[in-house]
């Protein structure tokens, strides 16, 4: 089980809802994933048009958790205001933290984003950091009582997989909390890599929505992580740089 | 009654007394809405009880796709 918080999930894999080319295919990408946690951005309404689709109202929401992010905010300020304004809604007390800090790469601000999860800690949110892959920025947001850590595997959007699994292993060594792998997720063998490092969960969006069948992709990320899983339980061989035959050299028959 | 509504200026009936009146008056009723009046976020079960006057500064936001 992945335990964050108050909350307990059997799905590893936490989903976005971004960029999906219609909401019937994003659907079907939801169920196959089997997800429990579906990731959202706040944003403001246009008010001059009454009907406006929404996948957020597709949903049974008693299947799901709500994880509002806080896209968006290069502040600790906005993320704040964000995250609170999300749990206006009723529907959520989770919020993933994430405040941008550089345009191009997309990589978090690590102080705005340490000072915006003190500040939803007190206010009483189970607060899940983004955060690039800083062992030392992740033991800080653990003593301050986040609730996960959720360090980038490579940029956002970019598929570029892990490009540090060093680094995220320290993530992973060094913390306590759950450890959930977030953004730069290209394929079904880096989410496994993740999991087999050690984390909890995969958070991923671009790799399925942008997929060219994203019903299929999202079944391969849940198999995917669930093989990781079971991989990492299982514990691996260690390397060696000589080979050493699988079958006996005893009992040969041939001369 | 003069209402500025996510940075637009909006002309709405003075007979307007809460946000769920403003709500359902700009056909956004059956949504999931959160409202921000004056800066003070609003909790959405609090939606009928608050009031709206001239010039309040109201912001009007939902959950969206992201990642």
Redesign the interface.
Known sequence: MLNIGPYSFSSRLLLGTGKYPDFETQKKAVDASESEILTFAVRRMNIFEATQPNFLEMLDLKKYTLLPNTAGAKTAEEAVRIAKLAKASGLCDMVKVEVIGCDKTLLPDPIETLKATEELLKEGFIVLPYTSDDVVLARRLEELGAHAIMPAASPIGSGQGIINPLYLKFIIEQTAVPVIVDAGIGSPSDAMIAMELGADGVLLNTAVAGAKDPVKMARAMKMAIEAGLLGYEAGRIVRKETATASSPLEGLSVK | MKLM??G?E?QVPDSLQSITELLEH???ND??????VNQD?????NQSKTQIKENDKI?????????
Request: aromatic residues 4%; negative net charge; charged residues 20%.
């Open positions: 509504i996510n637009k909006i700009l056909n956004l949504q999931i809405v959160i409202a921000e976020i609003i909790s959405n079960e912001e009007l936001v939902r959950f969206v796709g992201g990642g």
